[in-house]
């Protein structure tokens, strides 16, 4: 099963992600210089959880699509 998460920096969206259960606060060497600087700041908010892979992946798409204009995301 997959999750959509969210990270956040001061209330503000800085990345949008899916995964499986536990990625959303994996502090892993794939996630970006940035994010990674930014990461003991960050909030972590979970969208959305036991989603296929398809389905989380859509719904991740779909969310960074609405907030891209609006955020600083990282992604």
Request: glycine fraction near 2%.
């Amino acid at each position: 099963m997959y999750t959509v998460y969210i990270h956040k920096l001061y209330d503000h969206i800085v990345y949008i992600g899916s995964g499986s259960r536990y990625r959303y606060k994996a502090k892993t060497k794939c996630r970006s210089k940035n994010h990674l600087d930014l990461w003991n700041d960050l909030t972590f908010e979970i969208v959305a959880q036991n989603l296929s892979k398809d389905d989380s992946l859509a719904l991740e798409e779909k969310l960074i699509e609405e907030h891209w204009d609006s955020c600083l995301l990282l992604n």
